[in-house]
């Protein structure tokens, strides 16, 4: 076993690094302000090739993989969970494409997909929630020539500034789990944005609503066979969507590390700085153990995914262990700080309020838990 | 036009309070991570965007020990063409003139024809800003140090604006020749994706003195005319008296002490 | 033509000289010099190189220099490498100095090294501190690691030890009564290297800081528009001048003119008081010589501490509010 980075995966970290610090942190105090996603900024992270990590040199990728995506989503992270949050969605976009689109659909968007001149929302959330697929309630007809889609998607990363999303949506008349996913251009009839949410974080991120109402999709537009629907979405969800969750969950716990040990070495209590004192180191030292143990995780989980290997208890475990160990560390890092650590002065506050949005993100941690738990407990 | 650019690894910054004293003296600086000196990056950005303009290629030269290969790649991963590390025990507690006359002997080994050799006026650790003057001398070179606008002009020529103490110099500098740049010159690339899977299959050659042709005696610590005789951490010259109380006494205090209160009368 | 000297390794100043007037960092140099050569009977010598400058001649020789090796050419009007270095470097193989002193300005960095590695001879750059031993060896003492270190250099074999010194570092001096000669030599330019186009002159602030009684400055620590008013606001009671150290200037707080530290001014005020700056060597070079030095910082082991008279640890967003009010009664009354 050997934890030494190679010299790509070095290489990329301090390249992200520098971009996020040059960058994106200037941006941050905007993103809070205007929740909007910057959109010269995304341009440049698509230079960098940011959205292509995982697609392959052919379609205008690097091929860098799953491990690499996971040290550019913390890197992101550190600075502004938002624009990760953004950005992970985005390489999730692309990464379906690459997975379940057709030759066709792939000679159609990509290099523009790698390069993120084209951004791809996956919109498989409804109100009724998005774990519980069977419960989805937006209905494909199969028209002959076309198919015709009716529903609501809501909580959808990137709603408002992507050019492409995927729906997933029941197969009317079919069987309880004849799901199908397909591929809707921006512009197309009966296509439509709604409402943008407010959220507790991720500011910088734009979540919203996409409508269908009698929307028509030509034929080539199904994504991945029909009734495959539910494979598609998961996959996409597995290995971008909740890796992504822990990616962020890492960024979190970096930043509150790095903060409350700056911190604890300037402020200085009864003539002393109060990293002298045993409860401040204990909590530091209980930040860095979660951090890197979930580190550990994340890494092992993505680099299952780069060998093709069964992942999903690697997966939901270390989704809801780093996004409750990104709650507790935010928390304590927070507490160091005192006072000031609830001031908007200070980005404490707001890693508390970014990480609260892990649990929920791309399946909620209880749900992360029934999948690990089931996949240990029952399955041989 | 071919272009030579030397870079330096320095101890990076953020590190610098770790760099300690053996207990013989010499300087524990082991685990400190190594960095691009920041301004040699803006001599490789002004070389690649003189590539882009006007075709040709860009060679990094740096002068250091093994530890400096991965760094190099860096310098790879940014755009340049190939690398080579001057790397050899003799090389070792080398002086500015020893070091420039390793870095010409590199440069005019593997890059007889250069055009132009670019380096950083100064770097972070030592700030002597002296390597590149007198790489110049040995190169036998025209030099102009501390650009801050480079521009191709006609007939191969450069126009070069350079810092003076009242203003700034405007020279139009025919190739081959050395210019040191500042920070303001031009802003570094960040490597991209695709740049640094492609440095990856970059080739960076080691080159010993044997390489180079270098005696011991005109390289390294044998080779410096200068050399450490003795190397300390600055005493502390006054200890201050910390005051004590509310902020209001300390404030009092303070205003009452002889040496402060004289100056506000 | 210089034959007389020989014997003797003779200190040398680069004389920089612009619009007819030496350079102060220059004088300063001569005024070392002096005192480096002491009664050990060494020559103070003053290379002065341009075009029509032989009135700064008498200067030089009050400053403190024995002889002034006047070169002229009209091509040598204003400083340029291709020119300057391959003089200079004739001139010391025909007069053989024991030591040659550059200030450490734009164009003393650009020159002084040049001529070392033509010399094939040491150069040290940014000396703090220059003595010179019995035996005629020089100790250069510079500082290394951003400041948090010093080393003391020496160049043992080959000659002249050369040296490139920032300006302040050293004071200058005034020989009213002194003698001395100069030796008019024809510099023997070689084919240019480069065409100067055009010299762009640009005003500089002339700065408040070296001559200000009370220096207020801000670091690294002080890094909000607020807490700059504070300064501004506090200096403009003590009536004193406002300076920052690197970290203000690289983050845009203060203007290059008002950097004090190695690279920057060297200030000698009697009050110096530092907000929010950890003092590292190459800031403390720069304010050694205050009289008195308050120090108000948030991190107790500051190394500004050691290198202080008064320190506050504190916030200085609570320290300086109390010390404004305090000073406005004291006024008052």
Same mark, same amino acid.
């Given at each position: 076993?050997?934890?030494?980075?190679?010299?790509?995966?070095?290489?990329?970290?301090?390249?992200?690094?520098?971009?996020?610090?040059?960058?994106?942190?200037?941006?941050?105090?905007?993103?809070?302000?205007?929740?909007?996603?910057?959109?010269?900024?995304?341009? *440049?992270?698509?230079?960098?090739?940011?959205?292509?990590?995982?697609?392959?040199?052919?379609?205008?990728?690097?091929?860098? !993989?799953?491990?690499?995506?996971?040290?550019?989503?913390?890197?992101?992270?550190? +600075?502004?969970?938002?624009?990760?949050?953004?950005?992970?969605?985005?390489?999730?976009?692309?990464?379906?494409?690459?997975?379940?689109?057709?030759?066709?659909? *792939?000679?159609?968007?990509?290099?523009?997909?790698?390069?993120?001149? +084209?951004?791809?929302?996956?919109?498989?959330?409804?109100? @009724?929630? !998005?774990?519980?697929?069977?419960?989805?309630?937006?209905?494909?007809?199969?028209? &002959?020539?076309?198919?015709?889609?009716?529903?609501?998607? /809501?909580?959808?990363?990137?709603?408002?500034?992507?050019?492409?999303?995927?729906? +997933?949506?029941?197969?009317?008349?079919?069987?309880?789990?004849?799901?199908? $996913?397909?591929?809707?251009?921006?512009?197309?009839?009966?296509?439509?944005?709604?409402? /943008?949410?407010?959220?507790?974080?991720?500011?910088?991120?734009?979540?919203?609503?996409? +409508?269908?109402?009698?929307?028509?999709?030509?034929?080539?537009?199904?994504?991945?066979?029909?009734?495959?629907?539910?494979? /598609?979405?998961?996959?996409?969800?597995?290995?971008?969507?909740?890796?992504?969750?822990?990616?962020?969950?890492?960024?979190?716990?970096?930043?509150?590390?790095?903060?409350?040990?700056?911190?604890?070495?300037?402020?200085?209590?009864? !003539?002393?700085?109060?990293?002298?004192?045993?409860?401040?180191?204990?909590?530091?030292?209980?930040?860095?153990?979660?951090?890197?143990?979930?580190?550990?995780?994340?890494?092992?989980?993505?680099?299952?995914?780069?060998?093709? *290997?069964?992942?999903?208890?690697?997966?939901? @475990?270390?989704?809801?262990?780093?996004?409750?160990?990104?709650?507790?560390?935010?928390?304590?890092?927070?507490?160091?700080?005192?006072?000031?650590?609830?001031? *908007?002065?200070?980005?404490?506050?707001?890693?508390?309020?970014?990480?609260?949005?892990?649990?929920?993100?791309?399946?909620?941690?209880?749900?992360?838990?029934?999948?690990?738990?089931?996949?240990?407990?029952m399955k041989r | 036009m071919q272009v030579a650019v030397c870079v330096k690894m320095v101890p990076a910054p953020e590190q610098w309070s770790q760099i300690a004293f053996r207990d013989d003296g010499s300087l524990q600086r082991e685990g400190i991570e190594l960095i691009i000196n920041p301004v040699d990056r803006n001599a490789l950005e002004e070389a690649l965007k003189i590539r882009q303009a006007l075709g040709g290629t860009v060679t990094v030269f740096s002068m250091g020990p093994p530890s400096c290969l991965e760094r190099l790649r860096e310098a790879l991963a940014m755009g340049a063409d190939r690398a080579f590390l001057l790397s050899?025990?003799?090389?070792?507690?080398?002086?500015?003139?020893?070091?420039?006359?390793?870095?010409?002997?590199?440069?005019?080994?593997?890059?007889? &024809?250069?055009?132009?050799?670019?380096?950083?006026? $100064?770097?972070?650790?030592?700030?002597?800003?002296?390597?590149?003057?007198?790489?110049?001398?040995?190169?036998?070179?025209?030099?102009?140090?501390?650009?801050?606008?480079?521009?191709?002009?006609?007939?191969?020529?450069?126009?070069?604006?350079?810092?003076?103490?009242?203003?700034?110099?405007?020279?139009?500098?025919?190739?081959? $020749?050395?210019?040191?740049?500042?920070?303001?010159?031009?802003?570094?690339?960040?490597?991209?994706?695709?740049?640094?899977?492609?440095?990856?299959?970059?080739?960076?050659?080691?080159?010993?003195?044997?390489?180079?042709?270098?005696?011991?005696?005109?390289?390294?610590?044998?080779?410096?005319?200068?050399?450490?005789?003795?190397?300390?951490?600055?005493?502390?010259?006054?200890?201050?008296?910390?005051?004590?109380?509310?902020?209001?006494?300390?404030?009092?205090?303070?205003?009452?002490?002889?040496g402060v209160a004289g100056v506000l009368k | 033509m210089i034959g007389d000297m020989e014997e003797k390794e003779n200190l040398w100043v680069f004389v920089e000289q612009y619009k007819g007037e030496p350079k102060q960092v220059s004088l300063e140099l001569i005024a070392k010099a002096r005192m480096l050569a002491g009664k050990s009977g060494l020559r103070v010598c003053a290379v002065l190189i341009g075009d029509n400058v032989r009135n700064i001649s008498p200067v030089l020789i009050n400053a403190g220099a024995d002889t002034v090796f006047l070169l002229e050419d009209p091509l040598l009007r204003q400083y340029r490498s291709d020119f300057y270095a391959p003089v200079i470097l004739d001139l010391i193989r025909k007069g053989k100095p024991g030591a040659m002193f550059f200030g450490a300005t734009p164009a003393g960095r650009d020159l002084a090294p040049a001529v070392a590695a033509l010399a094939g001879t040491g150069c040290t750059a940014d000396c703090i501190d220059l003595e010179l031993t019995e035996s005629g060896a020089l100790l250069q003492t510079v500082p290394a690691f951003g400041g948090r270190m010093m080393a003391v250099i020496v160049t043992p074999v080959q000659r002249p030890q050369i040296a490139t010194v920032r300006p302040g570092v050293f004071q200058q001096a005034w020989f009213p009564e002194h003698d001395g000669r100069v030796v008019d030599i024809l510099p023997q330019l070689p084919p240019a290297k480069f065409d100067l186009i055009e010299f762009v002159e640009e005003s500089l602030q002339p700065s408040l800081l070296p001559s200000a009684r009370v220096v207020v400055a801000g670091g690294a620590g002080v890094d909000s528009r607020e807490g700059w008013e504070l300064l501004r606001e506090l200096t403009g009671i003590l009536q004193g001048a406002l300076g920052g150290s690197r970290p203000a200037l690289d983050n845009g707080w203060i203007e290059e003119s008002q950097m004090i530290g190695h690279s920057g001014s060297t200030i000698r005020p009697d009050l110096y008081i530092a907000v929010g700056i950890s003092g590292d060597v190459l800031h403390m070079v720069g304010v050694q010589d205050a009289k008195v030095i308050v120090v108000v910082n948030s991190d107790s082991r500051a190394p500004i501490f050691s290198h202080s008279d008064y320190g506050i640890v504190g916030d200085y967003r609570e320290v300086i509010p109390v010390l404004i009010n305090a000073l406005k009664k004291k006024q008052r009354s």
């Open positions: 076993m050997d934890f030494q980075p190679t010299i790509q995966q070095d290489l990329l970290r301090k390249a992200v690094r520098q971009f996020a610090e040059d960058e994106i942190a200037p941006l941050v105090n905007e993103m809070e302000i205007n929740d909007d996603t910057p959109l010269d900024l995304v341009r *440049k992270m698509g230079d960098q090739g940011f959205m292509g990590v995982t697609i392959p040199a052919e379609y205008g990728g690097t091929g860098m !993989g799953h491990l690499a995506r996971m040290i550019m989503i913390e890197e992101v992270g550190r +600075i502004s969970a938002g624009m990760a949050m953004a950005l992970q969605v985005m390489q999730m976009g692309a990464g379906m494409v690459i997975d379940s689109g057709s030759a066709a659909q *792939k000679a159609k968007y990509f290099p523009s997909l790698a390069q993120g001149k +084209i951004l791809v929302a996956p919109a498989i959330t409804e109100s @009724s929630g !998005g774990s519980d697929l069977e419960g989805l309630s937006t209905r494909a007809v199969d028209e &002959g020539e076309y198919y015709s889609l009716n529903g609501r998607k /809501v909580f959808i990363t990137n709603s408002h500034i992507s050019e492409l999303a995927v729906i +997933i949506a029941k197969n009317e008349g079919g069987a309880k789990r004849d799901f199908s $996913a397909f591929l809707i251009e921006n512009g197309t009839e009966g296509f439509r944005r709604g409402r /943008v949410e407010r959220k507790i974080g991720f500011h910088g991120c734009i979540t919203g609503e996409l +409508i269908m109402e009698n929307c028509r999709i030509p034929k080539e537009n199904l994504f991945g066979d029909k009734g495959r629907g539910l494979a /598609v979405a998961l996959k996409g969800i597995n290995d971008y969507g909740r890796m992504g969750m822990v990616g962020i969950a890492l960024g979190l716990m970096q930043a509150s590390l790095e903060a409350a040990v700056k911190f604890a070495r300037e402020r200085v209590l009864y !003539g002393k700085p109060i990293s002298n004192l045993a409860p401040i180191q204990f909590k530091i030292a209980e930040i860095y153990a979660d951090l890197e143990s979930s580190r550990l995780l994340a890494y092992y989980a993505a680099w299952l995914i780069d060998q093709n *290997k069964k992942s999903d208890t690697q997966v939901s @475990s270390a989704k809801f262990f780093s996004a409750e160990a990104a709650l507790q560390c935010t928390r304590k890092a927070m507490d160091i700080y005192g006072a000031y650590g609830c001031m *908007k002065d200070y980005p404490l506050e707001r890693y508390c309020r970014d990480a609260q949005l892990l649990v929920p993100a791309d399946g909620t941690n209880d749900v992360m838990r029934i999948i690990a738990g089931r996949n240990l407990a | 050899d025990r003799n090389f070792a507690g080398a002086d500015t003139l020893a070091t420039s006359k390793v870095l010409a002997a590199g440069i005019r080994k593997e890059m007889p &024809g250069f055009d132009l050799v670019l380096c950083g006026s $100064a770097s972070i650790d030592s700030g002597t800003a002296q390597v590149g003057p007198q790489l110049a001398a040995h190169l036998g070179v025209a030099h102009l140090t501390d650009a801050f606008s480079i521009s191709v002009g006609e007939q191969n020529c450069f126009q070069v604006r350079t810092v003076a103490s009242h203003g700034y110099f405007i020279t139009k500098l025919r190739k081959p $020749a050395l210019i040191s740049v500042t920070r303001q010159l031009n802003k570094p690339r960040i490597p991209t994706l695709f740049d640094i899977v492609a440095s990856c299959n970059k080739e960076i050659i080691i080159l010993s003195s044997a390489d180079l042709n270098i005696p011991k005696s005109e390289s390294g610590l044998e080779g410096s005319p200068t050399k450490v005789r003795e190397l300390f951490f600055p005493p502390a010259r006054r200890l201050a008296r910390i005051l004590e109380g509310s902020i209001e006494d300390r404030v009092e205090e303070l205003l009452r002490q002889p | -």
